[in-house]
């Protein structure tokens, strides 16, 4: 890359630099997130049993 061309990347291109990372509120809240999801095992376990069910009925076409 030759030096002008980085010089005016440098210049011109800044309020570029960061728009391709989250943001430290959405990691944080996604953070939270998973922590609430691996705290409700049984909710997990009822989810996946409803989920089984729902593709075990499709396929016998209960609906």
């Not at 009822?46 to 069910?53: D, R, Y």
């Amino acid at each position: 890359m030759s030096h002008d061309y980085a010089d005016y990347l440098t210049q011109f291109a800044r309020p570029y630099v960061y728009t391709t990372s989250i943001s430290p509120a959405i990691a944080c809240a996604t953070l939270a997130s998973l922590k609430i999801i691996q705290s409700m095992k049984s909710k997990r376990d009822e989810i996946s049993w409803l989920a089984i069910f729902n593709i075990s009925a499709k396929e016998c076409r209960l609906f």
